[in-house]
């Protein structure tokens, strides 16, 4: 049956020290819209470093999924903790909002689909990728604009364009500035909803080539949605696999992607091109 | 300010409650008064009332006045420092007949000053109450529209976005252009703005022995600078506020270090720069101070 699960990966793992322990724990977390389902008891570990791609059909549960996992949406049932900076396991629904919205703006990041969704788009891309910076208390305007334009040469965007509003970039400039604003922090998290979904073939190539190396030069941990298994692929080591809320398999990248074991995982690859 | 109800209202104008608002209005804006004072810098949502002139005239500024206003006080309104404005006038006028108040044009002789876009010269002793006029009181609002998220940004202190504000202005400016509404921070808490008075009139609050308070009509918020409160202008450490400097003295009373209105004179470019706060100004005169252009006529100057 379709239904069966199939979880590997975690049963080797003994919680240890900080850095052996999952940076992000979910457990049996599901989010019921009145009489729809969103997701349904879902549980998984993401460590330092990792990234996990979530993949699906559409309406299958990804972006509930990330949003509760994001603690953007609460959920029906279920928990979400999170390995702090300082090591001690965080309750991200038991923290107090300050606390939440601290841990967002810092130590997580967030890329949209729709890069207006994460962008001011009134205000230049300096002051874009400066705001976390100034939220958290930095005041010297000289050492914030370094600061942005070093991160707008990392997501090649010209240094003359640190002035320009963002309404004046390309749908992938967009995307690359809204990586630049959630990376400017150094978060150790960040979560990504098809965060390559509305551009053309070529602007998505590069930006995953992008994503790609940014990941690893800052061992980034990396919760990505997407229904496209190419770039699943490419950038994530572990894939969770939904269909109808739930997880329906799960395992390394490659083992997944070249010797799918749920009937539905099966028809999914069988139904891409290989890349 | 004694809390004198209606029972005060002089018999000749019978025909209003004292101080045009009934007493149950007047409460409950005292108690949203009350409320700011005890929470410097916080916007307290409040019923505003229909008052007998438009929104954009000063409506929060009259309520609060009404609020507060006993027989005893001796009002001054100003707008733009000046007394003599319709505006000024008309507001002065109201509350002479509502309340059958004294009023004055003489910064020290008053209790109560209500204002519009500043604060005046001479320095605001204890027992003072300032009531400003705020057309818009949220300083977040015009990089954040939305009211639920502004709200929870001032509950939870994240003020980023002040500074992002001002970051534009000196990338796009090269300095801090701002000049008026300049936002402050007040006692350590709270991000405020001071209404559009010139960003001159900042260092004025900071610790002023005056009450501070703020009356938004339209946006229906009342907020509050009680006296000796800490209220320090946002800035830069590589760009820190600066208010603005005029390179010469009144013309008509040489006042330095006051702030300045630039009054044409002529069809031909004729022009002076002369103190906007007209009581400070007189006041210089009467004592004998004489500017480049004191002989003449203020009222082709005004
Ligand atoms: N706000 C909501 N209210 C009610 N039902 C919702 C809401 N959001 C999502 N759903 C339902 O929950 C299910 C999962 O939706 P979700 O958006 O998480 O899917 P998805 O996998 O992200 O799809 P897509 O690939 O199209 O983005 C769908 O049946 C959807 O209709
Ligand atoms: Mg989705």
């Keep these: 049956m379709s239904d069966e699960i199939l979880i590997e990966g975690d049963a080797g ?42 993949v699906g059909e559409s309406g299958s549960g990804k972006t509930t999924l990330l949003n509760c996992i994001s603690s953007r949406l609460a959920p029906t049932t279920g928990t979400v903790s999170y390995q702090m900076r300082d090591g001690r396991m965080g309750d991200v629904f038991r923290m107090s909002e300050a606390e939440r919205r601290h841990l967002m703006r810092t130590d997580w990041g967030f890329v949209h689909q729709n890069p207006i969704d994460g962008l001011r788009m009134s205000v230049s891309a300096g002051a874009n990728v400066g705001e976390r910076l100034m939220a958290v208390g930095q005041r010297h305007y000289g050492s914030i604009r370094a600061e942005a334009s070093e991160w707008l040469g990392r997501v090649e965007i010209d240094a003359d364009r640190i002035d320009d509003q963002p309404r004046a970039f390309s749908g992938g400039m967009r995307q690359r500035l809204q990586i630049a604003r959630n990376l400017v922090t150094e978060p150790r998290l960040v979560f990504m909803d098809e965060p390559t979904g509305g551009l053309d073939v070529s602007v998505q190539a590069r930006l995953l080539d992008l994503l790609r190396g940014l990941v690893s030069d800052l061992g980034l941990s990396v919760i990505i ?51 | 300010m004694s809390a004198q109800i209606a029972t005060d209202a002089a018999p000749a104008i019978a025909s209003y409650n004292f101080a045009y608002l009934d007493e149950q209005t007047k409460r409950m804006i005292r108690r949203a008064i009350l409320k700011a004072i005890a929470i410097p810098g916080y916007q307290v949502p409040f019923a505003s009332r229909e008052m007998p002139m438009p929104y954009g005239w000063g409506t929060g500024g009259v309520q609060v006045t009404a609020a507060i206003i006993g027989p005893e006080d001796v009002l001054k309104v100003i707008d733009q420092g000046a007394d003599d404005t319709t505006n000024a006038v008309s507001i002065r006028a109201f509350f002479a007949k509502v309340a059958n108040v004294a009023t004055t044009t003489r910064t020290m002789e008053a209790t109560i000053i209500q204002t519009r876009h500043r604060i005046p010269e001479t320095k605001l002793s204890a027992g003072q109450v300032l009531v400003y006029q ?61 209404s559009p008075t010139p960003k001159f009139d900042n260092p004025k609050m900071h610790r002023s022995e005056a009450l501070q308070l703020f009356g ?28 603005q400097t005029f390179d010469r003295p009144c013309a008509l009373c040489a006042a330095e270090n006051v702030y300045l209105d630039e009054v044409v004179l002529d069809d031909s470019g004729g022009r002076m720069f002369v103190c906007s706060d007209t009581d400070h100004c007189e006041d210089r005169r009467a004592q004998g101070h004489r500017g480049e252009m004191a002989g003449h006529p203020l009222e082709t100057a005004k």
């Design chain 1, 13 to 54: 793992f003994a919680a240890v020290a900080a850095s052996e322990r999952p940076l992000l724990s979910v457990s049996g977390l599901s989010k019921i819209y009145g009489a729809r389902i969103g997701c349904i008891d879902v549980s998984f570990d993401v460590w330092p470093g990792e990234v996990l791609a979530i």
């Design chain 1, 225 to 275: 949605v997407t229904h496209d298994l190419a770039v699943a692929r490419l950038l994530s080591d572990r894939i969770l696999v939904m269909k109808e809320g739930r997880v329906i398999e799960s395992g390394l990248t490659d083992r997944v992607l070249d010797d799918p074991r749920a009937p539905y995982t099966q028809l999914l690859v069988s139904s891409i091109l290989q890349v």
């Design chain 2, 134 to 194: 705020v057309p818009i009181p949220e300083p977040l609002r015009f990089l954040e529209p939305r009211e639920t998220e502004t709200r929870k940004m001032h509950a939870l202190e994240e003020y980023g976005l002040m500074h992002v504000k001002l970051y534009e202005d000196i990338a796009r400016h090269g300095e801090i252009s701002t000049t008026y509404a300049y936002p402050v921070m007040v006692e350590g808490r709270y991000v405020m703005d001071p």
């Design chain 2, 216 to 243: 938004a009509g339209r946006e229906k918020r009342i907020y509050a600078v009680p006296p000796f409160t800490e209220v320090v202008s946002l800035d830069f450490e590589d760009h820190p506020f600066e208010i």
